[in-house]
């Protein structure tokens, strides 16, 4: 895997944990609706980290691909890149993991995730999904992936169910054991959720 360079700024001291914040000044609102297994990074919490201008970092890497890249060619407003960085340890390295949610600047659509590993001096690119809608985040220390899924005739803010995907770090790359799907209830109750039967097993 290709490492990059990057761009560092910055020291924030704090004991280990989740620290998600926002590039440029403001970060859009992840996507909404998602069942109780989504990703819940809190940002009650502090790691000490170096911050990375996580859209520099996209732009230069040749594993984003062109349409998330053409999203970030220019701010959604006042300087507003609708990027959401979280830094936390979920490769067990010596250095925070860069944890990147890249979204529309319309609806805060989900469309890229990724996560940045550090080696010596540069970051590389361990992990990467870019299929709508995508959202990325850290649960017990372990990446989880959400995506939000969709029947005929139905509108981007109501999904009809949600994937979720849990992934362990093997020392060389992630690999996915568990997964669930929710159907959400189009009348108000409550949603089901229940072990998807092809997810790997361990």
């Given at each position: 895997?290709?490492?990059?360079?990057?761009?560092?700024a910055?020291?924030?001291?704090?004991g280990?944990?989740?620290?998600?914040?926002?590039?440029?000044?403001s970060?859009?609102a992840?996507?909404t609706?998602?069942?109780?297994?989504?990703?819940?990074p809190?940002?009650?919490?502090?790691?000490?980290?170096?911050?990375?201008?996580?859209?520099?970092?996209?732009?230069?890497d040749?594993?984003v691909?062109?349409?998330?890249?053409?999203?970030?060619?220019?701010?959604?407003a006042?300087?507003e890149?609708?990027?959401?960085?979280?830094?936390?340890?979920?490769?067990?390295?010596?250095?925070p993991?860069?944890?990147?949610?890249v979204?529309?600047?319309?609806?805060?659509?989900?469309?890229?995730?990724?996560v940045y590993?550090k080696k010596?001096?540069?970051y590389?690119?361990v992990?990467a999904d870019?299929?709508p809608?995508?959202?990325?985040g850290?649960?017990?220390?372990?990446?989880?992936?959400?995506?939000q899924t969709?029947?005929?005739?139905?509108?981007?803010?109501?999904?009809?169910?949600?994937?979720?995907?849990?992934?362990?770090?093997?020392?060389?790359r992630f690999?996915?054991y568990?997964r669930?799907?929710?159907?959400?209830s189009?009348?108000?109750?409550?949603e089901?959720?229940?072990?998807?039967?092809?997810?790997?097993?361990?």
């Amino acid at each position: 895997m290709a490492a990059l360079s990057l761009l560092l700024a910055g020291c924030s001291p704090g004991g280990e944990g989740v620290r998600t914040e926002g590039t440029a000044t403001s970060t859009p609102a992840p996507p909404t609706n998602r069942s109780a297994h989504a990703p819940s990074p809190s940002p009650s919490t502090s790691v000490a980290y170096q911050k990375v201008d996580a859209v520099e970092l996209m732009k230069h890497d040749p594993k984003v691909g062109d349409d998330v890249k053409k999203s970030l060619g220019k701010p959604c407003a006042a300087e507003e890149y609708p990027v959401e960085v979280t830094y936390a340890a979920l490769t067990h390295g010596k250095d925070p993991d860069v944890l990147v949610n890249v979204m529309t600047c319309a609806d805060s659509v989900g469309i890229g995730s990724y996560v940045y590993r550090k080696k010596g001096g540069t970051y590389e690119n361990v992990f990467a999904d870019e299929q709508p809608s995508v959202y990325a985040g850290v649960n017990k220390g372990e990446l989880e992936v959400s995506k939000q899924t969709y029947n005929t005739g139905d509108k981007v803010c109501c999904a009809s169910g949600e994937d979720v995907m849990t992934y362990r770090w093997t020392g060389s790359r992630f690999v996915e054991y568990a997964r669930y799907h929710t159907d959400y209830s189009k009348t108000g109750g409550t949603e089901s959720a229940a072990p998807d039967s092809t997810a790997p097993e361990d």
